[in-house]
């Protein structure tokens, strides 16, 4: 990425890494070659409960925690982009009266001028 000018936006949990050997030839973990880290705080292991009867933990809160920084990254990309003047597509819930209209004109935007 950084031979094209490309900043790499890791999202992973550090402390699971770094308890782990790094399968790239180099030996380095993503954390370590990133520009910037979102660390989503996941445990060793990732799942967090026990459920009797179960071989393995379930309920990899690495999930839950990528979910909830994403959608705050681009509430915060959303409004950047409106404070600069430049008006994001967004699309409403399918579900919302008109939705499938706006999100077509929001599809067409967004194609036209790439956000």
Known sequence: AREYG???IAL????YSSALKGEHPSGKRLFEVADVVLD???TVGDAVLDIEG???KVG???????AAIMW???MEIIERLTRRGMKPSVWLSN???GAGE???RAQEECDRRGY
């Open 6 to 8: 490309v900043k790499v």
């Open 12 to 15: 992973t949990s550090v402390a």
């Open 40 to 42: 989503n705080c996941g």
């Open 54 to 56: 179960v071989d393995a």
């Open 60 to 66: 990899p809160t690495s999930g839950i925690a990528a």
């Open 72 to 74: 705050t990254l681009e």
């Open 95 to 97: 579900h919302m009266p």
């Open 102 to 104: 706006f999100n077509r």
